[in-house]
């Protein structure tokens, strides 16, 4: 998706809600352009931008690959169209929307469109509460787990499908990666 | 020339089928080996094998189809993905239960059956197991003692290939075994912890069906611990592996998949086992084919079924069944255990996926008498380092977080028992009196409960299991539930054709031939008289090497 089309979305959705905003105004409130031009198959292109950010500031681009390198957002996108059972799916799907909603309530504004410093607050609130299946845990579950078993995720580790030895107990230093293999 | 007349029949080509298929085509009979499933050719039908997660939709976590199809097979833990082919779907082959008696049947229904699957920890039973229903009056006295099945289970261990140490245990016998897998750090700890602190308790390596160094051309093992899709290095026993090309290479065997076992045809004048009746899986057709001998091999239950089908004038209640005892007696062995966090051990780690665990052989009941309980109970575990996946549990994200979690993280240390179960009457597998496959074969009726030595049993192995882990200071202990277990949930299930001395109480003699009909041998988990606590697949697979051997002897002395 082009700025354009972006443009032309928000304007239909304010056209939505009864309001027609200058287009200085548009452009203000809508924020910075969409970092990807995916096109989710099952969540909202909102919803998809917003799983998008918390992936990327769960696990970062550092000096291995970060969640949107690896394609994390598109996965959990495929488990929505695919994988979940019908209740799970809507019990996901509603604490997203519950977040996306607490997020403008709190700060006024988009989570997307949040600074930095404030999505990391509002994500840092989310992951102290304790709360069994709270919907950032259960986001960050899925992240954990697209990122660490795609390919360049498992690269990022010690990804060792045919060791040929075993060796019982050798001495790691604190570098050490993860060991992984293809089970 | 085609034809339906062979010395032997073999119905299942799994741990006992191959093995009987191996041992008869080896000593010149012409022999028809029947799989009710598809055709698995070694390596070639390892679709998998060699496949990492990110190559599946899911990352080898199942589908909703997958979920739906094999709605049972899917709990258990080597049931994914990547190995779901090999197991029997659920909606294909239904099976009963009463409502109060759960019971979960984990089946594979293509050629190599479950031995393509199993777990491959492969123990002896001792002198103690033998003797134990004979001396504590539970179940039928065992026809065998060690010394009579010793020798086979040197001959099996040899062929296949079993690592592991030997103990000098009178409770778990030693064995010809290959160079053992090794104690990961904190491992060699706990066994250090169970020497000191428990008198005459042991931790031994597991034993297991792998080739830890080249063995008979197959090997060694790579420790990638993706067995169960199938070894493209033939690192580990299976019938596809190693027993079924054995049979093939000799020229008399004729493997029939998609082969269903209607019954066995029972020749009243002859009083002897005459053939089978085959439906063809795919076309329906019904076959009959005959043989001097027939080997039933086709796992427990599905056995039992084949049993209780044929019926005829002098077996109104299923072939070989004069004492009323076929169906009965099944047993599993089951489970509870518990897992610790580990401190300490920063710099330890381990290379290689090792597929094997510990073992810490029986102590109950050995030299002393338990105040609560007949028999006992071994357990199994491992130790290892959490991985990425303990990220799901933690506080944090971002850049530290990240690191954190590629890192190994806080050892931990599970164990599980396994205990053994009683032989009772009532718990037992019949025929359904409505219910038919799409075969036309009755379906199973399932009826089976742990009773109060198991629950005994059951506690003791949660109660010592942590106990253990406390006395080596392994922190945040956590038992696990024993309500957890379902029956069948061993894989182990057993006992259904029991052998015995009297033909009274017990369907197979001692050469696992059936009092009933001589020439009609059954030698799956059918035969066992008591299910000791330890893997039972090494021992279905030397009474079977043992039972064909006999056999063979017999025909060429005229006997059968």
């Known amino acids: 998706m082009n700025r354009r089309e972006l443009i032309k979305r928000s304007a239909i959705a304010a056209v939505g809600v009864g309001v027609l905003p200058n287009l200085f105004m548009l452009l203000e409130s809508c924020g910075p352009e969409r970092l990807t031009d995916y096109q989710p198959i099952y969540l909202s292109v909102e919803q998809f931008d917003t799983v998008w950010e918390i992936a990327e500031l769960v696990l970062p681009k550092t000096d291995s690959p970060g969640a949107n390198d690896v394609g994390v957002a598109p996965y959990i996108d495929l488990l929505f169209a695919e994988f979940f059972e019908e209740k799970d799916k809507t019990k996901y799907e509603s604490g997203l929307k519950l977040f996306m909603a607490n997020c403008k309530e709190r700060f006024g504004n988009s989570f997307v469109d949040l600074d930095e410093t404030s999505k990391i607050t509002f994500l840092q609130d989310l992951d102290k509460e304790e709360i069994d299946e709270s919907f950032f845990k259960s986001i960050k579950r899925f992240i954990l787990w697209g990122y660490f078993t795609s390919e360049q995720g498992m690269k990022s580790m010690n990804y060792s499908p045919v060791p040929g030895q075993y060796e019982g107990c050798i001495t790691i230093d604190d570098q050490e990666k993860n060991l992984v293999g293809n089970r | 020339m085609q034809t339906n007349k062979f010395d032997a029949i073999v119905i299942g080509s799994g741990m006992s089928g191959g093995w009987a298929a191996k041992e008869l085509t080896e000593k010149g009979l012409k022999t028809l080996v029947l799989e009710r499933g598809r055709q698995v050719e070694h390596i070639k039908d390892y679709p998998t094998t060699n496949k990492a997660p990110w190559e599946f939709k899911f990352r080898k976590e199942l589908s909703k ?13 080597a049931f994914n993905e990547a190995t779901k082919h090999f197991w029997a779907s659920d909606k294909k082959h239904p099976y009963s239960h009463p409502d109060d008696k759960p019971f979960r049947w984990l089946k594979a229904f293509q050629t190599g059956g479950k031995s393509l699957l199993w777990y491959r920890q492969s123990y002896r039973l001792s ?8 001396k504590d009056g539970y179940g039928v006295d065992w026809p065998v003692r060690y010394s009579d099945i010793a020798p086979w289970y040197d001959y099996v261990e040899n062929y296949i290939g079993v690592s592991g140490r030997n103990e000098g245990l009178k409770q778990l016998p030693d064995g010809k075994f290959l160079p053992p897998m090794e104690f990961n750090c904190v491992e060699e700890h706990f066994k250090q912890s169970i020497k000191e602190n428990f008198n005459g308790r042991v931790m031994t390596i597991g034993r297991t069906a792998h080739v830890t160094v080249k063995h008979n051309g197959r090997g060694p093992c790579q420790h990638r611990n993706m067995c169960e899709t199938g070894c493209p290095f033939s690192a580990y026993f299976s019938s596809v592996s190693v027993t079924l090309p054995a049979a093939a290479a000799t020229g008399n065997m004729m493997f029939r998949p998609h082969s269903i076992v209607h019954s066995i045809i029972f ?46 004038a002098s077996f109104p209640d299923g072939i070989g069944n004069s004492s009323g005892t076929l169906g009965h007696h099944l047993m599993d062995h089951f489970s509870v255990g518990a897992e610790a966090k580990v401190e300490g051990f920063k710099d330890g780690y381990y290379n290689g996926h090792r597929p094997n665990g510990i073992y810490i052989p029986r102590f109950q009941n050995v030299d002393s ?12 575990g491992s130790a290892k380092r959490e991985g990425w996946s303990r990220g799901t549990q933690m506080e944090g994200f971002g850049p530290a977080f990240k690191e954190e979690i590629s890192k190994p993280g806080p050892w931990t240390m599970e164990i599980g028992g ?23 074969i009755p379906i199973l009726h399932i009826s089976c409960e742990l009773k109060e030595n198991e629950h005994k049993i059951m506690q003791a192995m949660s109660d010592t299991a942590v106990e253990m882990l406390e006395k080596a200071g392994y922190k945040d202990i956590t038992p696990g539930n024993p309500n957890d277990y379902i029956f069948g949930d061993g894989i182990h299930e057993m006992g259904t054709a029991r052998m015995g001395r009297d033909p009274k109480t017990s369907v197979l003699n001692k050469w696992n031939a059936c009092h009933d009909v001589p020439n009609l041998f059954v030698t799956d988990g059918s035969f066992m008289a008591s299910s000791g606590c330890q893997n039972p697949s090494l021992t279905y697979m030397a009474f079977t090497a043992r039972a064909a051997n006999y056999a063979v002897e017999e025909m060429k002395k005229g006997k059968l």
């Open chain 2, 267 to 312: 020749d009243e004048k002859l009083g002897k086992a005459t053939g089978v009746r085959v439906i063809d899986a795919q076309t329906k057709e019904t076959t009959e084919f005959y043989a001097n001998i027939i080997f039933l091999c086709a796992s427990t239950l599905p056995s039992a079924q084949i049993m209780l089908n044929s019926t005829s």
């Open chain 2, 65 to 77: 189809e997958t979920r739906e199809e094999f709605h049972i097979q899917k709990g258990v833990y």
């Open chain 2, 418 to 440: 396994y205990g053994e179960c009683l032989p009772y009457f009532d718990n037992k597998v019949e025929l359904h009196p409505e219910i038919k496959d799409q075969w036309g």
């Open chain 2, 127 to 134: 002198e103690i197991d033998f003797e134990a229903n004979g």
């Open chain 2, 369 to 380: 008498k338990h105040p609560d309980f007949v028999r006992g109970f071994g357990y199994q």
